[in-house]
């Protein structure tokens, strides 16, 4: 273990800002980089030289290592990687040559690839991709496989947006409740994508946020519970958000955060615990911000990392377990952030990569199981 993290720390020693748009994972609007992405129980890094990391649970291959065995360490799976996105219990990347690659579980053609079956390894999808995002999972009825939705999207290089897996509550965008296996057209003018659990949301190049599927929480923002089964525009200048479970977080070109949708746990940042249908200013001075599944974690202008929400697994990184209704200071230093299903990534400004909160499928990365309520260093 102590030669593969050695090697790690060479690879990782800088962290790149590439070219593509953010999608689980956030860093500043203008670098446009993801390096990281978690999912429920899973984590992908990208390290300075192209090579993919991916750690945690693995029961249905999504660390795309040829195996369904759980790693509590980063393990090398390709190379030539320039973006990832972390789904449940399914990964997609996109390579230097702008092919899509996806790979675990496929139960309704998540993956994108014609099919429902499960990959243990990267299979090529479609090709001309610039971004990706694969949304979080939400339950149709019951906790069965089965009943699990989610769904990916895609832009590519002409600006395209393009979606697939499961649509029952329109969150693909084309005007149907079909499921589809393979990627299907849905709008143009696209830079900045984001899924969510059963919702979508895009910004386009002229800087108007567009939201579609799941509204029952107000998390598309148009002031309704009422479902979208084609895009809506929501508002204006936005250049960065990023879609939760069932909530929105949103930078403005002036930097203000804003939230809307789920707010049980706090998530929204506002002090109360009220959903809300439509948008509400957080804070000032925020470049970069990632929803989880009930917490977030954005990070301001001055490198400052903030966190709030559900905290039952030390997801905040403030050293307990108390949830938190409004912004609470973790850490300084920070360029970019992912927040998973109870717990958290972050990459800092010398390259080093830190996780802390829930652990029990060895998530975070660090050769154990244990959670943990602060930051913990994974490499260097």
Not at 216 to 237: A, E, M, N, W, Y
Request: aromatic share 8%; hydrophobic share 40%.
């Amino acid at each position: 273990m102590k030669i593969l993290k050695k090697a790690i720390c060479l690879i990782l020693t800088v962290l790149l800002l590439l070219s593509v748009v953010p999608a689980v994972s956030a860093q500043a609007p203008g670098t446009a980089g993801a390096v990281i992405s978690t999912g429920v129980d899973h984590s992908l890094a990208i390290g300075s030289d192209g090579s993919l990391f991916a750690w945690g649970r693995n029961n249905r291959g999504q660390l795309g290592n040829d195996t369904t065995d759980n790693s509590h360490i980063p393990l090398f799976v390709m190379g030539d990687v320039t973006a990832v996105s972390a789904g449940h219990d399914y990964s997609v990347a996109l390579k230097g040559d702008r092919s899509l690659w996806a790979w675990g579980e496929n139960v309704r053609g998540w993956l994108g690839d014609g099919t429902t079956i499960t990959r243990h390894a990267p299979v090529k999808v479609l090709s001309d991709v610039v971004a990706v995002s694969a949304g979080w999972a939400t339950l149709a009825s019951t906790t069965s496989l089965g009943s699990l939705r989610s769904h990916t999207m895609a832009i590519k290089a002409d600006g395209s947006l393009w979606a697939w897996g499961d649509n029952d509550r329109g969150q693909l965008g084309d005007n149907t409740a079909m499921n589809r296996h393979a990627p299907v057209w849905i709008m143009n003018d696209v830079k900045y994508i984001s899924a969510g659990g059963s919702f979508s949301l895009a910004i386009k190049t002229d800087g108007s946020l567009w939201a579609w599927g799941e509204n029952g929480r107000g998390q598309l923002g148009d002031g309704t519970t009422i479902s979208r089964f084609r895009p809506v525009k929501i508002r204006d200048g936005v250049v960065a958000v990023s879609a939760g479970a069932d909530y929105t977080m949103a930078i403005m070109s002036d930097g203000s955060l804003w939230g809307w949708g789920q707010n049980g746990r706090g998530q929204l940042g506002n002090g109360t615990t009220i959903n809300s249908f439509r948008p509400l200013k957080i804070m000032d001075g925020v470049m970069a911000v990632s929803a989880g599944t009930d917490h977030t974690l954005a990070i301001k202008t001055d490198g400052s990392l903030w966190a709030w929400g559900r905290n039952n697994h030390g997801s905040i990184g403030n050293d307990s377990t108390d949830n938190s209704r409004v912004p609470l200071k973790v850490a300084d230093g920070m360029t970019a952030i992912s927040a998973g299903d109870g717990y958290s990534v972050a990459v800092r400004n010398d390259g080093s990569l830190w996780a802390w909160g829930s652990n029990f499928s060895g998530q975070l990365g660090d050769g154990t199981t244990t959670n943990r309520l602060e930051p913990v260093v994974i490499w260097p």
